[in-house]
């Protein structure tokens, strides 16, 4: 079960790619992913999945929005059918990389193999830095490539812990 609000949005604190950070009526945080909301203005009434912030886990004090309701209805995109959240009332439908429509198709098709190269298998995304901070210290000049199986719901683009190795070219 998860637990919902209906709130204001007060402020947009951040808006960047494809992550919207805010402030809602209360004073509380929330995180709104463009891919899944429609777009949200100052003043529109949002409905925030609060359970996270409720049961005091990790999420860093945010709620998530799951639908604008100031906005109009939003058609989900055509492309790729691999669904996420599957048999969810949340599922929605995202493009694999793998698949020929994805810009990405014709990289992946050309790696053949991970043949001779090391390999860490972590069952969480958050063991990704301690790994990569692990094998950096072993081996500074390591190359590292991260493969993110399709099993969880966190998507590439939301991770802030990728986006961060990058930056720092680990």
Do not use: C
């Not at 100052?42 to 860093?60: M, P």
């Not at 439908?93 to 994805?102: F, R």
């Not at 998507?155 to 986006?163: A, E, G, P, R």
């Amino acid at each position: 079960m998860y637990n919902v609000k209906e709130l204001k949005v007060k402020k947009i604190i951040n808006a960047s790619g494809q992550k919207m950070e805010l402030e809602l009526e209360d004073g509380s945080l929330a995180i709104a992913y463009t891919q899944f909301t429609p777009e949200i203005k100052e003043e529109d009434t949002v409905v925030v999945n609060t359970t996270a912030v409720d049961l005091e886990l990790g999420s860093g004090g945010y709620h998530f929005v799951l639908y604008n309701l100031d906005a109009e209805n939003k058609k989900g995109s055509p492309d790729g059918h691999i669904m996420k959240l599957r048999y969810t009332p949340l599922q929605f439908s995202t493009l694999a990389v793998e698949s020929q429509e994805s810009e990405y198709h014709k990289v992946l098709s050309d790696k053949l193999s991970i043949e001779g190269m090391p390999i860490i298998i972590g069952s969480l995304h958050s063991q990704l830095a301690a790994s990569v901070a692990n094998a950096k210290h072993l081996n500074p000049h390591i190359n590292i490539a991260y493969i993110m199986t399709d099993g969880a719901s966190l998507s590439i683009w939301l991770s802030d812990t990728v986006k961060e190795l990058k930056e720092k070219k680990l």
